[in-house]
């Protein structure tokens, strides 16, 4: 929304297509850094603070099983954490390179690439919101689910060299929908399956360890987005 924001209130010239990045950019990086501010801030507010001390009032310490190892933890989750890697590869070799870069339309002009990338973030936004209907509970499936989201590749691919029907901007913008869909809905649920299956008392290490994989996959896929532009 920032973005449609800041380029519809300036001149579609060179000058105000820069000005309007810039102040998009800045923007963004501002609210960024007042959301690391306000988080760190968050946990010394009196309310926070009372509440936690209650809890840990409320629930005393139990006898727990040994944690497990990280590397053990590691190795029970190595293929909900490949599946995240993979997520990222295939979201970000395509998003937002392949969209702002390989398609063109008569139709929408340099709005199109605004376009495509709104309808990503917001198909990406409401995969999130479906995990509060239904959460895929069986790993294999997630697993498969997610090595199935590598068809976006040709299907892409046609969209730039495939049939004149299916280079329009329907299948184009339908197929970006479903990569936001996929992306995010995808995401929470490993999110939710990967601290599942391990102890609860590894469950915390679970998570960091699928954010880990997740930073990897935002890494890789990211550089693997040049190959567009080869």
Do not use: Q
């Not at 809890?55 to 029970?76: C, F, G, M, R, V």
């Not at 970000?92 to 392949?98: A, E, K, T």
């Amino acid at each position: 929304m920032l973005r449609i924001i800041t380029k519809a209130s300036l001149p579609h010239s060179r000058k105000g297509l820069r000005t309007s990045t810039h102040i998009y950019f800045f923007t963004s990086t501002l609210i960024e850094l007042l959301c690391i501010l306000f988080c760190n801030l968050i946990h010394k507010l009196p309310t926070i603070r009372h509440y936690k001390t209650k809890a840990e009032l409320n629930n005393p310490p139990e006898t727990i099983s040994k944690p497990l190892k990280t590397l053990d933890i590691l190795k029970k989750l190595r293929w909900l954490a490949m599946s995240m890697v993979t997520i990222y590869i295939v979201t970000l070799s395509i998003f937002p390179g392949y969209l702002s870069e390989n398609v063109k339309s008569v139709y929408f002009g340099d709005w199109y690439p605004v376009f495509l990338i709104t309808t990503f973030n917001v198909g990406d936004f409401s995969g999130k919101c479906l995990t509060a209907i239904y959460v895929i509970k069986r790993s294999k499936w997630v697993v498969w689910a997610c090595i199935t989201r590598v068809l976006f590749y040709p299907l892409f691919m046609g969209c730039v060299f495939g049939p004149k029907w299916f280079r329009h901007e329907a299948p184009v913008a339908l197929l970006t929908l479903l990569l936001g869909v996929s992306n995010g809905y995808l995401t929470s649920v490993l999110m939710i399956v990967a601290p599942k299956s391990v102890p609860v008392e590894d469950s915390n290490i679970a998570g960091i360890v699928m954010s880990l994989f997740l930073a990897i996959g935002l890494v890789v896929g990211s550089g693997l987005g040049w190959l567009w532009n080869i």
